[in-house]
């Protein structure tokens, strides 16, 4: 690398052989008893990646670690399925001392790897090739649903950058503690003729989750959902729908966490597509896109008197927004479309914190990858969301020790933005880590379209909603 370049950024060589040693993954026990049972009737293979993201160098590697679990989700530690393992795109995989994996082939004729549950659980490494793409990995067993992973490898020359000291200062932004919700469904449900109740009388479904200690409520926004290709031809989740939430939120007396996706669809680690209006812009257009976009819908919100509590500048970002322009393989103009974002939000709310948002619940290593090489590229925002959800990231153990890590070294607050599963002990590990960077929690769509989680198929209150009770005299002192 020239010795022109700043200092900041580092060689390719340190990025492989001179990485932070890779978290023990599931080798924590301190939540073994609530996320394991010794024995039980498997129905699922659990595939956990810990990192998604790698160099195509031909050497780069990660952890896959292998398990299979319960109906509750809880991993089975007597199993000793055979696991099949396919791997579609430039990657092999290995022992995780280099030796290699026996093979086999299917009636198919497509070639798979074999692994063997040894006390519950396999691991092994997925080794990047040389040539820069998404690579597929599914692990099946017979009877079970398969576990699968997709990873980024992005070019050999991909420059690695670390921030300066003076861009780990903490926000001036002071972001409230949050219990949350994901309810964007909501419309949807209700259009369809779904009714909410509490003790048999039917209530406002938000004033019932204020009634037990949800402060937040976030909304995913879509740019054109109606568009050709787009999430919703009724248009939910546009900003008409968004507008007429954020009444009913304020008027249940919680703030909104408003969640740009900056597409029409679904925007996650694996699509990330630009709207159909945005699909031929060139890059100074869709980076102004961004930034007029968000201004136009906080403008809008600002207007009728609802301003949000928090917004995140895209979905599930880890491997960037608005492909191919802003993949994660393409870090400086990635950067700059997560700045307009910003640059949008300050210029209507310059108070309102910004989350920035990654699919990284327990890969400690990657997240660290990927707020090292923004931050550096100069995007500032002052909360660090995270997706968790045990199928794909990690154990609950996992979860602490990236979150503990990430508040020590960013110095900024963290918030476990999506969740499904394990809600006591999220809310635990979250508002006990040391020195209380904690930010908060927001549980993903858990009113569901097939009822469970706070409702019933009925509609009523259950059991779990009666936990938030508890759960905000606790740690909000509700």
Known sequence: MKSA???TMIPLLFLVCCRLPETPAGAGTEYAAVSRVDSGKA????????RTTLIADGKDHTLLRLAVTDSAGREIRSAADTIRIYVSGDALLTGTEGQSLPMATDTAGVEYYVQTLVNG????????????????????????????????????????????????KQSSTQAGKMIGADVSFLPQLEAGGRKFFENGVQKDPLQIMAGHGFNYIRLRIFVHPEAEGGYSEEGFC????????????????????????????????QRQNK???????????LKDSVKQYTVRVLEALKA??????MVQVGNEINHGILWPEGHISNPDRLAQLLKAGTEGVKKVFP???????????????????WFDNMMARGVEFDVMGLSYYPRWHGTLDDLKYNLTRLAERYRKPVNVVEYGAYAREIHEIVFSLPNGPGNGTC????????????FDRNGEVTGQMLLYDTLSRQYLGK
Request: charged fraction near 15%; avoid cysteine; aromatic fraction near 10%.
């Open 5 to 7: 370049l700043p200092l």
């Open 43 to 50: 129905v699922s293979v659990m595939l956990t990646a810990y």
């Open 121 to 168: 659980q396999g691991k092994i490494h997925f080794v990047a090739g040389t040539t820069p793409g998404k690579i597929q990995v599914e692990a099946r067993a017979s009877g079970l649903w398969p576990g699968s992973h997709e990873i980024h490898t992005l070019p050999s020359d991909f420059v690695h950058m670390t921030p300066r000291s003076d861009q780990l």
């Open 238 to 269: 546009g900003l008409e729908q968004t507008l007429k939430m954020a009444k009913q939120i304020r008027e249940a007396g919680m703030k909104l966490l408003l969640n740009f996706h900056y597409s029409d669809y679904w925007a996650d680690p």
């Open 275 to 285: 709207p159909l209006a945005w699909k031929n812009l060139d890059f100074p257009a």
């Open 304 to 309: 009728q008197g609802t301003p949000p509590g």
């Open 351 to 369: 108070e309102v914190p910004v989350m920035m948002h990654v699919a990284l619940g327990g890969q400690h290593e990657e997240a660290v990858f």
């Open 443 to 454: 549980a993903w769509e858990p009113i569901g379209f097939r009822g469970g989680g706070l």
